[in-house]
């Protein structure tokens, strides 16, 4: 079966109520998580500076249904399909919607690696998806993920 990788950004129309808008973010994550592994949707989403970046990968139709649900989604503003592609493999296979965010200390490593990949959404988006994998990875083998 044909596998799309679809790559959006948009801006957070989160703010802080009885959660953080972190802790709201972890929320949309595990919810997501969750939808997605009904569906066989496998991704990741990047919180950095009130920007989500997220990158969905399934089948084609329901990648797109998914997206559509996002589309509708009030949290989001200045939505912005980046890439949509067919692909042999799943880069994000482990994962039904793994989650990186900035922390409360913006010179962390993470959210310096953050940063490039936000940077690198504007220079060349694939090089970008790959450096979230590479992040991923890393944070996984650290032990700094939630178990999936």
């Given at each position: 079966?044909?596998?799309?990788?679809?790559?959006?950004?948009?801006?957070?129309?989160?703010?802080?109520?009885?959660?953080?808008?972190?802790?709201?973010?972890?929320?949309?994550?595990?919810?997501?998580?969750?939808?997605?592994?009904?569906?066989?949707?496998?991704?990741?989403?990047?919180?950095?500076e009130n920007q989500f970046i997220q990158l969905l990968?399934?089948?084609?139709?329901?990648?797109?249904?998914?997206?559509?649900?996002?589309?509708?989604?009030?949290?989001?503003?200045?939505?912005?399909?980046?890439?949509?592609?067919?692909?042999?493999?799943?880069?994000?296979?482990?994962?039904?919607?793994?989650?990186?965010?900035?922390?409360?200390?913006?010179?962390?490593?993470?959210?310096?690696?953050?940063?490039?990949?936000?940077?690198?959404?504007?220079?060349?988006?694939?090089?970008?998806?790959?450096?979230?994998?590479?992040?991923?990875?890393?944070c996984d083998a650290k032990g700094l993920l939630p178990?999936?």
């Open positions: 079966m044909p596998i799309s990788r679809l790559l959006y950004t948009s801006r957070s129309c989160l703010t802080p109520d009885e959660l953080t808008v972190e802790q709201q973010v972890s929320n949309i994550a595990a919810r997501a998580a969750i939808r997605n592994k009904e569906v066989g949707v496998t991704g990741v989403l990047v919180f950095v990968e399934g089948e084609g139709e329901v990648v797109a249904e998914v997206f559509e649900r996002i589309c509708c989604d009030f949290d989001h503003a200045q939505l912005r399909l980046v890439d949509l592609v067919g692909v042999k493999d799943r880069m994000f296979a482990r994962w039904h919607m793994a989650e990186l965010s900035g922390g409360e200390d913006p010179a962390s490593p993470l959210d310096e690696e953050l940063q490039n990949i936000r940077f690198l959404m504007g220079v060349n988006a694939r090089v970008a998806v790959d450096k979230m994998q590479e992040c991923l990875l890393d178990p999936t």
